[in-house]
């Protein structure tokens, strides 16, 4: 199975601020990784898939980029509405697995 | 607009079998290219997997779970299904189903969650 580490585990940032968190997977994905935003007591929302496409709907301040075997996703100006946690999964191989999340706080 | 919404027990005792549906709503559940999962998510933690399962009948399940999970389709009901026998406490979770298109982790529709507690 692939396994996914996420990092960092948390952070806190000022509104308006860059964030970026990163992925990384135990074995080559290629570009099969999407990211999922979720806020405490819903349902995962879909935000970016194959690494950097944004999905239909979904505020052009968050993205998502690949380099080598490294994934990033980025929100570009920090809102109070992205608190939330943010995880990464793959579907390179089966079974799709997802990394551990990281918290976003507002600081 | 496609609408998922699972329902089961919410308390399940040790060593007995879990069972939950999901109904599907705003779209036909044979519609081809769709696969149909299950994912959980244990108190507190990250999202896991379960499995899924093709209008047709095709299954893939989480080798971890897979030697008690059986999820299966009702395509007249448009609803599928998961059982998951011999629970334990590390089964207590938020079950979620969702869509997923073309087996590729797209989860782009998915249920409310519904906790299921394993306990005497």
């Known amino acids: 199975d692939i396994q996914m580490t996420q990092s960092p585990s948390s952070l806190s940032a000022s509104v308006g601020d860059r964030v970026t968190i990163t992925c990384q997977a135990s074995q080559d994905i290629s570009n099969y990784l999407n990211w999922y935003q979720q806020k405490p007591g819903k349902a995962p929302k879909l935000l970016i898939y194959d690494a950097s496409n944004l999905e239909t709907g979904v505020p052009s301040r968050f993205s998502g980029s690949v380099s080598g075997t490294d994934f990033s996703f980025t929100i570009s100006s920090l809102q109070p509405e992205d608190i939330a946690t943010y995880y990464c999964?793959?579907?390179?191989?089966?079974?799709?697995?997802f990394g551990p999340g990281t918290r976003v706080d507002i600081k | 607009q496609v609408q998922l919404q699972e329902s089961g027990p919410g308390l399940v005792k040790p060593s007995q079998t879990l069972s939950l549906t999901c109904t599907v709503s705003g779209g036909s559940i044979s519609s081809g290219g769709y696969y149909w999962s299950w994912i959980r998510q244990h108190p507190g933690k990250g999202l896991e997997w379960i499995g899924y399962?093709?209008?047709?009948?095709?299954?893939y399940y989480s080798p971890s779970l897979k030697s008690r999970l059986i999820i299966s389709i009702d395509t007249s009901k448009n609803q599928f299904s998961l059982k998951l026998t011999s629970v334990t406490a590390a089964d207590t979770a938020v079950y979620y189903c969702?869509?997923?298109?073309?087996?590729?982790?797209?989860?782009?529709?998915w249920g409310q969650g519904t906790l299921v507690t394993v306990s005497s």
């Open positions: 969702a869509r997923d298109l073309g087996a590729k982790g797209y989860f782009d529709y």
């Open positions: 399962i093709y209008y047709s009948g095709s299954t």
């Open positions: 999964q793959q579907y390179g191989n089966v079974p799709i697995s």
